[in-house]
């Protein structure tokens, strides 16, 4: 299985302007510029966008380890914040950090922790990037 998106980008770094795409349609022509990445232009950023990939893959992954454990989530609220900070090797993502809120009647506290603590390593974008990742996830019976 592959996903696609493409990217196009025009002029110079801080006087330049880019779109990105996704084959689904999703994203079509989203602009993207320094301002946007670097201070509050309008638009999205490849941070923002990794922030977006994580906390939905999260949710999904986390499902997926409750159903093992027998838990069935009325809801999973994943917020996800992509720290972006410049380092000696030069801009780097140095951290990725999930705060989670999960509904479940009846949840049990261990059985969740096991599974939030499953999914957060098992994510297929937690493996994909190469950062600390950190977590605060709440349950609520």
């Known amino acids: 299985m592959q996903r ?3 990217a196009h980008w025009s002029g110079g770094l801080k006087d330049g302007k880019g779109t990105v795409s996704t ?3 999703v994203l079509s022509n989203s602009q993207y510029s320094f301002n946007t ?3 509050n232009g309008k638009g999205t950023n490849p941070e923002e966008l990794i922030a977006a990939a994580h906390a939905g893959c999260f949710s999904m992954a986390l499902s997926n380890e409750l159903g093992k454990a027998s838990l069935t989530a009325q809801s999973i609220d994943t ?3 992509v720290t972006f900070e410049k380092t000696d090797a030069g801009f780097t993502v140095t951290e990725s950090h999930l705060e989670v809120k999960v509904r479940i009647s009846g949840g049990n506290k261990a059985a ?3 599974a939030a603590a499953d999914a ?3 994510c297929p974008i937690s493996r994909l990037l190469n950062t600390k990742i ?3 996830a709440s349950l609520e019976t």
Do not use: L, P, Q, V
Request: glycine share 10%; net charge positive; proline share 0%.
């Open 4 to 6: 696609s998106a493409s």
């Open 23 to 25: 084959a689904s349609g």
């Open 37 to 39: 990445r670097f201070e």
């Open 79 to 81: 917020s996800c914040t």
């Open 112 to 114: 969740f922790d096991k």
């Open 120 to 122: 957060k390593a098992g």
């Open 134 to 136: 950190t977590m605060n």
